[in-house]
């Protein structure tokens, strides 16, 4: 400010306006003055002045410069909350009561805040997640998202899909179709003496065997490090031999039924699927798919299940999530919910039904296996899972049986302790992210004790020949703990953020902020290691990318936000590259393509942000310079 602009403001000199020709001069050297009053400019009384012309005498004329006065006082406010916050946090816990306060653009002209009911409600609906409704009359679908569900769950930020569809919709035979289009009931009116019929066409939709087993391995190198659904032993050395070398043509019963088969092509789908040879989101994979599905219809999976049917539906939970049509993420959740509501019949120990040894262990490893990733899910998507640990009546494999039984077998995300974890952390995390009524704060922290406290496995020497399995392994190993604890403190985070948006440290729940802060942050380091090393593998897993966005959002939020405080590593960088991680995953991997635009909206906020706070810079130096050229003395 100059030295008149100081003068005018202590009434020791007429205002500007006055000042100007042809106007009179008010005497009283009152602020503002009467003449201003008059003549409805009071408001840019003492240094404001009209802008010349016809007309200027009316207000508005004056719009543009009262919206930049009303922007500078704006901004001035925020200023005078953010050191009135620093102040507060000196002498007390609680905030001030003046920060405490929300207003409306009309009830800060009535002065009057916002009634305390319609906070709370509006905070109890935050916590619901979200109803995305489809707008189609027609169909009138509704998807529902949870509390913990991930932005990436958005249907707003979906993108084209990359999904191929080079096969027509007609190839199969006519019957053929007809189950897939079922999918999952079984139509009536096929007696089971046709069933022989049925299994030979689809039969002739098989590969060669050599072919077979080369996508049945590629599947168990790619993927059965962390889903062990079937096994070596299982696929390749029974079923694959059972279905190729079985002469339908005699008159006796065949010795696998529809499930058996559907879960041979769910394999070969998931085989194509990331197989490195062929590009992703293939037809070979789609083909055998659909022939899965049908497989799948011949017999019903509510009346005749057995465990080729659990495995079948979940292996087309992990080909619906890794297929590259986002359409397809309901199937995922609603194929592995199926299967979680089959296995309910085999939650108990199969020792109590008489098994023992490997069967015993197979029906022990693939239930723990189940279970764990039905957690994962309803994690990623805010939906509780079909089986609570409440229920769940089943042994964890011994070591010695994980060692006896699993040789020949790719290793597994660390055996038995996966299922010990699985039991004492991740289920009480999702039981606590799911509730209706949220945990206190005190619980949150002793199962962020507990999971930091719980022992972490040594993963294999990389050097092996599986580089692989091994080294997948090894990333897991690496994320599992910072993913538990980030799902664990996601929702704190957020609420530390909207208590205290300038300093969230400074919240009762802060230590949330700074944990799931740092998880996130090595999330994405571990992620932008382990995708220059596998970079195929990676962009065709779909949790990897879902999981990464849910951390880029974090750290997205914190970058955006530009807040006072020192955080290490710096959000902006870490969201760089993250952003440069997912535009290269982008090339191949349709859910990165698709998280692309969130992160164009992010990079364009803090692109204005950085250029609003150059501006303020720029504006504070000017005045500093005002100063010293009215005499002021500057401060050194």
């Known amino acids: 400010m100059s030295s008149k602009e100081r003068q005018r403001t202590r009434g020791e000199i007429a205002c500007a306006e006055c000042r100007s020709p042809g106007h009179r001069t008010d005497r009283s050297h009152i602020v503002p003055c009467s003449t201003c009053v008059k003549r409805g400019c009071s408001m840019l009384c003492p240094n404001g002045t009209m802008p010349p012309g016809k007309g200027s005498r009316f207000v508005g004329v004056a719009e543009e410069y009262l919206r930049q006065k009303a922007a500078k006082l704006e901004e001035r406010m925020r200023s005078l909350e953010d050191a009135l916050a620093i102040l507060q946090v000196n002498t007390s816990t609680q905030p001030h009561p003046l920060l405490t306060k929300i207003w409306t653009t009309e009830e800060a002209d ?141 008159l006796e019963p065949p010795p696998y039924g529809p ?57 087309m939970s992990m080909y619906y999530g890794m297929s590259g049509t986002e359409s397809n993420t309901e199937l995922c959740y609603s194929c592995l919910n199926l299967a979680s509501q089959a296995a309910l019949q085999v939650h108990k120990d199969p020792s109590r039904w008489g098994f023992k040894g490997r069967e015993a262990y197979e029906h022990r490893s693939y239930f723990w296996a189940l279970f764990s990733q039905s957690l994962w899910q309803s994690l990623a998507i805010g939906r509780p899972p079909v089986i609570m640990p409440a229920i769940v009546d089943c042994k964890i494999p011994s070591d010695f049986e994980e060692a006896t039984y699993r040789l020949g077998e790719i290793p597994t995300a660390f055996g038995s302790w996966n299922s010990y974890y699985t039991m004492e952390c991740l289920a009480p995390v999702v039981e606590a992210t799911q509730a209706v009524k949220p945990p206190n704060y005190q619980t949150i922290l002793e199962l962020d004790r507990k999971i930091r406290e719980f022992s972490m496995p040594v993963s294999a020497d990389s050097t092996q020949p599986d580089r692989v399995p091994l080294e997948m392994v090894a990333f897991i190993l690496k994320s599992y703990r910072d993913l538990t604890l980030m799902f664990l403190h996601r929702g704190f985070f957020a609420q530390a953020m909207g208590e205290f948006p300038s300093d969230p440290l400074r919240s009762p729940v802060g230590r949330s902020f700074i944990v799931a802060y740092q998880c996130a942050s090595a999330l994405i380091t571990s992620t932008i290691n382990q995708f220059k090393l596998q970079p195929v593998i990676c962009s065709r897993m779909w949790r990897i990318w879902s999981h990464l966005f849910s951390a880029a959002v974090i750290v997205g939020t914190v970058a955006i936000r530009k807040l006072g405080i020192k955080l290490d590593p710096d959000p902006l960088e870490h969201l760089e590259k993250a952003c440069s991680l997912y535009y290269e995953a982008a090339q191949t991997c349709s859910r990165a393509k698709r998280a692309l635009v969130s992160f164009e909206r992010w990079y364009l906020s803090i692109t204005r942000a950085h250029y609003h706070a150059s501006e303020a810079n720029l504006t504070s130096a000017s005045s500093k310079s005002d100063r010293r050229e009215d005499g002021s003395p500057s401060t050194h």
């Not at 699927?273 to 989101?281: E, H, I, M, R």
């Open 110 to 250: 009535s002065g009057s805040s916002v009634d305390a009911t319609s906070t709370s409600a509006h905070s109890l609906i935050n916590t619901l997640g979200s109803l995305h409704l489809d707008g189609n009359p027609q169909t009138d679908a509704a998807c529902f998202f949870g509390p913990s569900g991930g932005s990436e769950c958005d249907p707003d930020t979906s993108s084209p899909s990359t999904e191929t569809h080079e096969i027509e919709v007609d190839y199969l035979d006519p019957r053929i179709s007809n189950l897939d289009r079922v999918f999952p009931f079984t139509p009536s009116g096929i007696p089971k003496k046709h069933f022989r019929h049925f299994l030979e066409m689809m039969n002739s939709y098989l590969p060669g065997m050599q072919r077979a087993i080369s996508l049945c391995e590629t599947f168990l190198q790619s993927l059965s490090w962390v889903f062990p659904i079937v096994s070596r032993q299982h696929i390749i050395g029974h079923l694959i031999p059972l279905i190729y070398r079985t002469e339908l043509h005699s």
């Open 259 to 315: 499930h058996d088969l559907a879960l041979l092509f769910s394999t070969l789908a998931l085989g194509a699927l990331v197989d490195p040879t062929l590009p992703p989101y293939n037809a070979e994979a789609r083909h055998y798919q659909r022939v899965a599905r049908a497989a799948l219809c011949l017999q019903s999976v509510f009346t005749e299940r057995s465990m080729a049917t659990i495995k079948s539906l979940h292996l």
